[in-house]
């Protein structure tokens, strides 16, 4: 079965421009979280999407939002780009399977993508 | 706040030699507790995880974990380093009031040849 894959790998902006970076998940994965790693802030939770809703949110300006389609695939977009958005951008992808869960449950494992390095210059 | 804490940002330790890196939360309710493991340019790999149950929790690689509760400790040892074992490792928690994973800032392991 096919890990969780991210499009693209490295992506170089400038400021002020946007950018949508995207994740296929496990086949059969439900739930899409994303985390940005900075050298800086180390890994933070961007959010989590489950059955085309957005269920859990970190603390990040709306500059940074994001959506989930219906065959589970995510994407996340940032909006007027700044210096400080360079970082890597990871997704990971759970099974929330559980009949009558509203996403991941938090003992569940999370497979991680490689990421998207975003470069802003 | 809950949080996650690892101690020593880099740990360098000789082939053969027994790896510690340490990690300690904050909590007033049970956690889920997971080790990742991240290669250069690389994602993030769960090396085990704890959730109930037996307290010792064996992961992938020789690692192992082990929950202490009166201590809010998840220290991941290894008895004997190798040089594949070159990485960054984090600590993470989650609690079952809340989906998102809180991490560690990581630490990076070296191993002397």
């Known amino acids: 079965k096919a890990g969780v894959t991210q499009t693209p790998r490295y992506l170089i902006k400038t400021r002020g421009q946007q950018v949508t970076l995207s994740c296929s998940p496990i086949?059969?994965?439900?739930?899409v979280s994303w985390y940005q790693q900075t050298p800086g802030q180390g890994l933070q939770f961007l959010f989590e999407?489950?059955?085309?809703?957005?269920?859990n949110k970190g603390n990040f300006p709306g500059r940074f939002s994001g959506r989930q389609f219906s065959n589970s695939r995510s994407e996340m977009n940032v909006s007027t780009l700044e210096l400080g958005d360079s970082a890597l951008y990871l997704c990971?992808?759970?099974?929330?399977?559980?009949?009558?869960?509203?996403?991941?449950?938090?003992?569940?494992?999370?497979?991680f993508g490689p990421g998207t390095r975003l470069l802003v210059l | 706040a809950q949080s996650v804490t690892q101690l020593g940002s880099h740990v360098s330790v000789s082939e053969g030699a027994l790896v510690l890196l340490r990690c300690n939360y904050s909590?007033?309710?049970?956690?889920?507790l997971f080790w990742y493991v991240q290669y250069p340019n690389q994602g993030l790999q769960l090396l085990l995880k704890?959730?109930?149950?037996?307290?010792l929790v064996k992961g992938i690689n020789g690692f192992e974990a082990e929950f202490k509760k009166s201590e809010t400790s998840f220290h991941l040892t290894k008895p004997s380093a190798h040089m594949s074992d070159a990485a960054e490792y984090f600590c993470?928690?989650?609690?079952?009031?809340?989906?998102?994973?809180?991490f560690g800032s990581g630490t990076r392991l070296s191993i002397r040849p």
């Open positions: 704890y959730t109930t149950g037996a307290t």
């Open positions: 086949s059969g994965h439900r739930s």
């Open positions: 999407y489950f059955s085309e809703t957005q269920r």
């Open positions: 909590s007033s309710v049970p956690p889920y």
């Open positions: 993470a928690v989650s609690y079952s009031s809340a989906s998102k994973i809180i």
């Open positions: 990971a992808s759970s099974l929330a399977s559980t009949p009558g869960t509203s996403g991941r449950r938090a003992g569940e494992t999370q497979y």
